[in-house]
């Protein structure tokens, strides 16, 4: 059975044990139990949005709970700036509620700083937390070096692990995102699967963003036998695990991209029988490669657009692709149909069994203005 520690969330729970409500009425007192009660019942189902309403329900209710300088304050509010940051990837964040996070994610830094030495383990989190919602790319890097560090002196491997984790996202998504940023992810891994089970959710977890750095580097013989690695490992659950999917379609490009089609049958067929087929809309390729623009359209400058109808067959392959309908220069059909030919898709199953669907893509041809 898989298990997951839990290394960044606040010990907010044993210490509610001990807190006198003496000073509180019992509705009041209740009413901030059940609040709390939602939030981790939230947590559980997973919803971004409900955890986000829980946590700051949670928070407003604890105001008169907890002096403002306390470790239990500090936690709610910290269980809400991490709600509010987890709802959209960061740069993605709306500009309001990620200035809210990260001023959040400030005050408990500011009290941590009455409570831990500054290179306390805890003072990690909140950097991280920082590093997170700020919108500054020079302090979202001074931040995970910060934390980095700090993890580092605690001689935890298992919360360094954690944090390099942490800073590995934070850190792809800057524009000086390096090589040497992408080793953290192999770091972790390197460090979880020394220390945890192999069906531990965590070493998974690790596992699969290593392979995946190593796919994005073109380093096949390290990418494969992990990926496959992480399906062999959920593969007891009895559901569909998102790692196992993404695992699949990783497994997909790495195949397509050494040229090796029929390896990748395998898991496009898994993907299909894991990933419903909508009616309603046209299916997403597991891997496409664009098309070559026409050296005369290039020259002519020529742009435009083309509609292809396809059948996507058992295996996933695209077969018969005909064009039903060209805007512009007549070299771009070929060229829209040769760079199909080479898209793989899930296959289409009804009642257990693949089945030919057919589909539709519409290819733009555009060149820039320069």
Known sequence: MLSRANFCKPALAALLLSCSYSSLTLAAEQSFSDAYHAYQTALTKGNKYSIERAAKSAFE???????????????LM?????????????????PQARLQAYQLYKDVQAIYQQHYDKHAPEMALVLMGLATTTDDQYKARSYCQQALEIADDAKDPLHLASIQLQAFFVLAGLHSFSRHDQHLAITAYETRAKLLPANSIDRVEAEFIAANVHL?????????????DVIAQLSVLPYSHPYSLAAHLSL??????????????A??????????????????????IPPRYPKAAAHARRQGSVVLSFTIDKQGYVTQPKVVESKGYQDLNNAAIES?????????FENGKAVSATAKVSLDFKLSKS
């Open 340 to 348: 199909l030919k080479h898209w793989r898709y899930a296959p289409k």
């Open 61 to 75: 209710l604890g105001k008169s709970e907890y002096p403002h300088d306390s470790l239990n304050y500090a936690a």
């Open 252 to 265: 997909v490009k790495l195949y397509q991209q050494q040229g090796k089609p029929e390896l990748a049958t």
């Open 216 to 228: 994005a580097r073109e380093e096949f013989a390290d990418a494969e036998p992990m990926l496959q």
């Open 267 to 288: 898991h496009c067929e898994a993907i299909g029988k894991m990933r419903p087929w909508d009616e309603n809309q046209q299916p997403e390729p597991l891997y496409r």
């Open 78 to 94: 910290m269980n809400w700036a991490k709600a509010i940051a987890d709802i959209s990837p960061r740069g993605m964040l709306d």
